[in-house]
């Protein structure tokens, strides 16, 4: 039932947007038509985009809560990404053609506009109605986090301020200064261009699945301070629609039952719901750290006797550690070499020890550094006559 509400919501948002683009978009052409005003007509353009962005809008939110089906697995979120990422391709377009017809009349043309009491008139009523939907829309966005819903709203708060700049462009031409009509028109083109571009980079993100910046890390934050889970890790999240997609994986205690382990992880997804959120939570069993310990430390005995039975290949060698990373074990060492050797032959000592290593411990990665020899260490002795 909440789930109802919620859709209904954004959809009488979305018809209320509908309407009011409708209405605006006539009282503006016709005026506009009337007095020969660019800044009207511009308005008049950029409401027509609007209302035909709102009907994609109210479109795109009646059909992105369908639930999943046989074709859309993950469901119909993602066309309200598309829907808005329509939009903004729309005001580009349409911004284009405003800069042309005011350079046109700027440098090229002399049209004569008529300014009277409707010019201002619609321009204030204009900006009346933009800000009460803007508001209505923000707040259902916000609430809903619907991305069609936050690009009505992003269009009619630019409108608001284009707006303001017709109307000072008309006040100007009532008083004989006609080109601030059209530099009016031209600044808010400008203005639209930015805001598009804008939104057309956030809705290009959901679409390529780029992760919600900083979430992932809000999310293990939570999730580090619920009872029973000792780690996270390979989270991964994209946006779809208003919705938050992913998964992750939860490091538990080795010891604890299948059944509670089970449980843990459906309270992390609850938990994980008020993101509006469909993440599939893995859970595995944690590392038992003494017997990593020991078993890393097998792997350096098993190392410095391989290094040790081919010392004859080098001078020296320091810092012997395994390491355990995510990807996987890793063996590291310094080897002092002496400082007569070619690039090449250094290359080669190493890549036979890499192999002997390899061949003991077929499982890890070896990294190994050179290091010149400087005839100071106390470690090498003798050997430094190598060179």
């Not at 349409?94 to 010019?119: G, H, K, P």
């Not at 890790?233 to 208003?242: A, D, M, N």
Request: glycine share 6%; net charge negative; charged share 25%.
């Amino acid at each position: 039932m909440e789930a109802e509400l919620k859709i209904n919501e954004k959809v009488q948002a979305a018809r209320k947007s509908v309407i009011a683009s409708f209405f605006l978009t006539g009282g503006k052409l016709t005026v506009g038509l009337l007095t020969g005003s660019l800044g009207i007509l511009s308005e008049a353009a950029h409401s027509a985009l609007d209302l035909a962005a709102a009907l994609i809008t109210f479109f795109a939110v009646k059909v992105s809560d369908k639930p999943a089906d046989e074709e859309h697995h993950y469901g119909h979120a993602r066309i309200e990404n598309l829907s808005a990422l329509i939009e903004a391709v729309l005001l580009l377009f349409t911004c284009l053609w405003i800069i042309r017809e005011a350079v046109l009349r700027l440098f090229y043309q002399d049209v004569s506009v008529e300014i009277n009491i409707w010019s201002f008139l619609i321009i204030i009523v204009s900006i009346i109605v933009d800000y009460l939907r803007s508001q209505e829309l923000s707040r259902v966005a916000r609430e809903q986090n619907s991305q069609a819903l936050e690009a009505d709203a992003l269009h009619f708060l630019s409108d608001i301020f284009s707006s303001f700049v017709v109307l000072i462009g008309l006040i100007f031409a009532r008083f004989g200064i006609e080109q601030a009509d059209p530099v009016a028109a031209f600044i808010v083109a400008v203005v639209v261009i930015a805001a598009s571009l804008k939104l057309a980079k956030k809705t290009v993100d959901a679409l390529l699945d780029k992760a919600p910046e900083g979430l992932d890390k809000e999310i293990t934050e939570e999730i580090l301070k619920m009872p029973g889970v000792a780690g996270v890790h390979k989270v991964r999240l994209r946006q779809s629609g208003g919705n938050i997609q992913g998964d992750l994986h939860l490091v538990m205690d080795s010891n604890i039952s299948f059944t509670d382990g089970h449980r843990i992880a459906s309270q992390v997804e609850k938990r994980l719901a008020k993101y509006n959120s469909d993440i599939v939570v893995h859970f595995e069993p944690g590392v038992d750290w003494e017997e990593l310990q020991d078993k890393m430390q097998q792997m350096k005995k098993i190392a410095a006797a391989v290094l040790n039975d081919n010392s004859a290949e080098f001078n020296s060698y320091h810092k012997l550690d395994i390491i355990e990373g995510q990807n996987g074990t890793v063996v590291a060492t310094h080897i002092v070499l002496p400082k007569g050797l070619s690039v090449e032959e250094a290359r080669n000592r190493c890549n036979d020890l890499e192999q002997k290593i390899k061949k003991q411990l077929p499982e890890v990665s070896i990294h190994i550094r050179i290091e010149p020899c400087d005839n100071q260490c106390s470690q090498c002795g003798d050997k430094c006559n190598l060179e």
